[in-house]
Structures are given as structure tokens and as C-alpha cells.
């Protein structure tokens, strides 16, 4: 996140809960993932638009991974 590493507790499980529950990537889906992330992990303000595109680049390519089989 603007040039460092940041781990975000709970992502693996939140991006598949989003997949399964038919949410696919998008601008209303970053929303939902950057408000439910914040749950369990703190985001400061000032980073909230460099955590929703990384949110987005992130789920962009897991929703990939999933249509093609790879775990």
C-alpha cells in the first residue's frame, strides 16, 4: 500500500465470501469489500481510495483464479 507491504487479517475469507455469495468485481462490490475489510483491520482515512484499488486489483484477480480452477 503506497509502496509498502500491508497484510489485511481476514481477506482470503471475506473474498470468498464475496465470490460465493455472487458478488463479482465492480465499483459497488470495492465499496462492500473496503467496508466490510474495515471490520478487521484499521484503515486510515487518508489511505481509503489506495486500500479500495488495491481491494479491487486483488479481487479482480482472485474471481480470475476461481473461473479457472486454480486455488
Avoid: H, S, W
Amino acid at each position: 500500500m503506497n509502496g509498502r507491504v500491508v497484510t489485511l487479517i481476514a481477506l482470503p475469507a471475506i473474498f470468498e465470501q464475496f465470490y460465493k455469495a455472487g458478488k463479482r468485481p465492480g465499483d459497488r462490490t470495492t465499496q462492500e469489500l473496503l467496508e466490510v475489510t474495515r471490520i478487521y483491520n484499521p484503515i486510515p482515512p487518508e489511505e481509503e481510495a489506495a486500500y479500495a484499488e488495491a481491494l479491487a486489483r486483488e479481487y479482480e484477480k482472485y474471481c480470475r483464479k476461481q473461473v479457472k480452477g486454480v486455488p
